[in-house]
């Protein structure tokens, strides 16, 4: 159980166009999704927290114009990067958070495969 | 900012071998969690501890929870090649109403036959 995927897996887009990367939890509702950047070599820094049906809570430095999230079912959140510029290149992870009588009251945090993005 | 500081960052040892990574903070967590990473691959959940004082044990691999709530440790027996990746430890805690998990910047593991 605890399952989350992502798609794609990888993209290569080009400078200036949208990308849409989503986030599913296959076997679990989650209430409450996050989105992290993983640079090489580097650990993960939180960039939103996604609430099912309402707006995201972004962390500091995060453009929330530039990285739209759309949370819109109980197992489906979306990142969206806008006019995607080569410094935007890099792992992006999503986790979703078992809020459940089985997970309680420790709600871990399960953790998608990851999506490379390149932007040339 | 809370921040965890994990150590080494590099640890690269002979299989058999005994290794400990430690994870330590100037903030109390609610609880903290250890996950492996491959490359290319999300985080796996290993564990979680919560207790002060908490030991867990999963197969060669130990997990101490400091009295505190501020700093954890992972102690892996006979490493074997199989244990390479990157070890990350993250706390969980309450900010702003929301809990969110604070990263460590991870020991990368390095087990060689």
């Known amino acids: 159980g605890a399952v989350v995927s992502q798609h794609p897996s990888w993209v290569i887009c080009k400078s200036g166009t949208s990308v849409k990367i989503e986030c599913r939890s296959l076997?679990?509702?989650?209430?409450?999704m996050f989105w992290y950047r993983q640079f090489p070599k580097q650990s993960l820094m939180l960039m939103a927290t996604s609430n099912e049906g309402s707006k995201a809570t972004y962390e500091q430095g995060v453009e929330k114009d530039k990285f739209l999230i759309n949370h819109a079912s109980l197992t489906l959140s979306t990142l969206t990067v806008t006019s995607a510029h080569p410094e935007d290149s890099s792992f992006y992870i999503c986790s979703a958070r078992e809020e459940s009588a089985r997970s309680f009251p420790f709600y871990e945090q399960y953790f998608g495969p990851g999506t490379r993005l390149t932007v040339t | 900012t809370q921040l965890l500081e994990q150590s080494p960052q590099f640890l690269s040892i002979q299989e058999g071998e005994n290794l400990t990574v430690y994870c330590n903070s100037s903030s109390v967590f609610s609880s903290l969690q250890w996950y492996r990473q491959e490359p290319g691959e999300g985080p796996v959940l290993l564990v979680t501890v919560v207790t002060g004082g908490e030991v867990k044990k999963l197969k060669r691999l130990t997990f101490q929870f400091g009295d505190a709530r501020k700093d954890s440790s992972l102690h892996i027996t006979a490493a074997q090649p199989g244990d390479t990746g990157l070890y990350l430890c993250?706390?969980?805690?309450?900010?702003?109403?929301?809990?969110?998990?604070?990263f460590g910047k991870g020991t990368k593991l390095t087990v060689n036959p």
């Open positions: 993250a706390g969980a805690s309450t900010q702003g109403g929301s809990e969110k998990l604070v």
């Open positions: 076997d679990f509702q989650a209430t409450t």
